[in-house]
């Protein structure tokens, strides 16, 4: 065991989810276990979670193109807080426990893991305005995957909510084409 230092050790929830896919497929790691060994999580199904994120999203992205941007927090604040008075303490648990991880300062990602259960393969990932979704590849290919120990294609993450292109794609020749 490692007791490791915040100031000059390699954290991994300090790591993108990018960051952790490239140290994924070096390792050949499965990506289910990589990130849930990363990041904490909570219990929060993507489904109560889901209207927020896909709000806050969509006011961003309708700022920007309005040449108007807005900060995260200004997006977040933009919706009021649900009330208590029709459902219940649950709605306002999960609504709080979204915008914190959003809004967590320097970005957290944290695990959306509803059932409460550790090790369940499929969850999704927010990460600042960003969701990442981890599933396993369909059957079966991913026992296939798992019975020929290629761990990290067993499972892949992708983004549903809110991300960018990690990488500029090159400017088109109208000359050369």
Known sequence: ??????????????KTISELVAIGSESDVSMAYLLRL????????????????EAINEN??????QSAPITLDQAVAAFPAPANTWVGT???????????????DPVQCTILDGTGRMY??????????????????AAPYGDMAYLAG?????????CVVGCAPQTREAPLDLLTQ
């Open 1 to 14: 065991m490692k007791i490791c230092d915040e100031n000059t050790d390699d954290i991994l929830k300090d």
């Open 38 to 53: 990363a990041y904490p999580a909570v219990e929060v199904h993507w489904g109560e979670a889901q209207f927020l994120m």
């Open 60 to 65: 961003m992205d309708t700022a920007a193109n």
């Open 90 to 104: 649950r709605v306002s648990v999960v609504d709080t426990a979204v915008r914190n991880i959003v809004l967590s």
């Open 120 to 137: 369940q393969n499929e969850f999704h990932v927010i990460c600042g305005r960003e969701v990442w979704k981890v599933v396993r590849i």
């Open 150 to 158: 290629k761990f990290f294609t067993e499972f892949e993450v992708h």
